[in-house]
């Protein structure tokens, strides 16, 4: 387990964004390249930066960005794949990401509005040594329906770095990098799970007021309201080695595991046929994301024989 939706079982009815009073700006440029700084400085002017974040979020985060900008598929078909594999990764990758060709930048862009440091204290508790990032999305904006007047219209959340999102859906999009995000030397790994957390911020059938009300009544079972809103994980069935722990997808829909299937498989096969440029280590390391993602998916064998269908691309905010 890298990682991990939700940081708590229960709703958190008072939750904030809580500094812990450490600034992380000056001094930076020390160790951070120019290009480094300017990197950032273009994430934040369309994804709020943490002012906790440390040199070393910063540095990995940067040079992801700048690698997703260079994993530009040619428009080629996948070839890598027996089977339809390559098929069903083809066309999952042209829905999620706008077409086979697209970057990642964009859906991650439209999905996630703030990148939290480990360092900073959320409410939820700090992720564990393991965790390479969590989303707190649909948290922040159910908390925000159940304390405003009308839950079409929650109060925006101010930020310590004195900016406002929007709360009115899923896609407020509050991510926290865990210890292994700047642990991991794999960038090709550290973008696939920002592009899977970014599905978590996805609520297909928006939540109805019955469901609202239903949440309000019983917050400790909040996840039995939620449907597939922000696609929660499955648990992993018997027989699995993860069986009985919520670290699968069910399929239905292309969730989070499935959303790095598709990144990875596509990856891959630009990779390994050389259309895009890799070292050899990304090569392997997106072949093993991909087993290690494909082997998290229930509906595996629909998925891999392209009977599955494309992912789900609807979102809706609050429905009354
Ligand atoms: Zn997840």
Not at 157 to 165: A, F, Q, S, V
Not at 253 to 262: I, N, P, Q, R
């Amino acid at each position: 387990m890298k990682r991990f939706l939700y940081a708590s079982a229960g709703l958190a009815l008072s939750i904030a964004l809580v500094g812990c009073g450490k600034n992380g700006v000056e001094g930076d440029s020390a160790t951070l390249s120019q290009a480094d700084l300017a990197t950032l400085d273009e994430i934040n002017a369309s994804i709020i930066l943490d002012r906790n974040l440390t040199t070393a979020e910063k540095s990995a985060l940067a040079s992801d960005w700048r690698r997703m900008k260079t994993l530009t598929p040619n428009s080629a078909a996948s070839t890598s794949y027996s089977g339809s594999l390559g098929t069903a990764v083809d066309n999952a990758y042209a829905s999620l990401f706008g077409s086979k060709s697209a970057t990642v930048i964009d859906y991650i862009k439209t999905r996630l509005k703030y990148f939290g440091s480990v360092e900073t204290d959320f409410g939820f508790g700090r992720p564990d040594k393991n965790t390479v990032a969590v989303n707190y999305s649909i948290f922040y904006w159910v908390d925000g329906m159940l304390s405003a007047a009308n839950p079409a219209s929650p109060s925006p959340i101010g930020t310590p770095e004195g900016r406002n999102l929007t709360n009115d859906s899923a896609r407020v999009g509050i991510i926290q990098f865990g210890e292994y995000f700047s642990d991991s030397t794999d960038g090709l790994f550290r973008i696939g799970t920002v592009a899977h957390e970014a599905r978590h911020s996805d609520c297909p059938s928006g939540i109805s007021a019955a469901q609202l009300g239903q949440i309000r009544n019983d917050t400790s079972n909040f996840f039995d309201y939620i449907g597939n809103c922000a696609f929660p994980h499955a648990k992993c069935p018997a027989g699995h080695q993860l069986a009985g722990i919520a670290a699968c997808d069910s399929g239905d829909g292309w969730g989070a595991y499935s959303v790095e299937v598709a990144f990875f498989g596509r990856v891959y096969d630009q990779c390994s046929t050389g259309k895009i440029a890799c070292t050899e280590s990304e090569v392997q390391a997106a072949l093993a994301s991909l087993n290690d993602n494909l082997n998290r998916i229930i509906k595996k064998s629909q998925m891999m024989n392209n009977t599955l269908g494309l992912p789900v691309m609807t979102h809706q905010g609050y429905t009354h």
